[in-house]
């Protein structure tokens, strides 16, 4: 019998107070992408959303440091998804007292980074009986 090692460990982002289109645009750019390309596209863009990006992108790569014990130079995005999160209702007065309702949007970044190195099966031949 085979046994796989676990090859990808992820980071999570949750309220995340940006829109989930405009994370979205971002994370389209890195999907896929070396871990140093993906560092030197968010560090030049000039988007809101890259920051925090850019930081769930380095949370990543720490955790595969620490969990599998990776070299930096083997990360791969493998997974990148932005969903909805929550909306904040602020209400702001208008004339004649009537007011005008403010919607913040939120959302929740998940970048799973997967270590190329580490794609090989743990035990190369089956178990002897």
């Known amino acids: 019998m085979l ?10 982002g949750q309220h995340i107070s940006i829109s989930d ?9 890195i999907r896929g992408r070396s871990y140093e390309e993906t560092l ?12 925090p990006i850019l930081k769930l ?25 932005v969903n909805k999160g929550t909306i ?7 004339a004649r007292g009537h007011s005008y309702a403010i919607k913040r949007t939120a959302c929740h970044i ?6 190329i190195s580490l794609d090989e099966y743990e035990d190369m031949y ?3 009986k």
Request: glycine letters at 2%; aromatic letters at 6%; proline letters at 3%.
């Open 126 to 128: 089956p178990l002897k």
């Open 3 to 12: 046994k796989k090692k676990k090859t990808e460990v992820y980071a999570s």
């Open 21 to 29: 289109d405009k994370a979205r645009r971002v994370i389209d750019q």
């Open 88 to 94: 904040r209702k602020k209400f702001k007065p208008r």
């Open 40 to 51: 030197m596209i968010l560090e030049l863009m000039s988007y809101r959303a890259g920051y």
């Open 110 to 115: 998940t970048i799973v980074v997967k270590d």
């Open 57 to 81: 992108v380095y949370s990543a790569a720490s955790n595969a440091k620490c969990n599998l014990g990776s070299d930096e130079a083997n990360l791969v995005i493998s997974q990148a998804e």
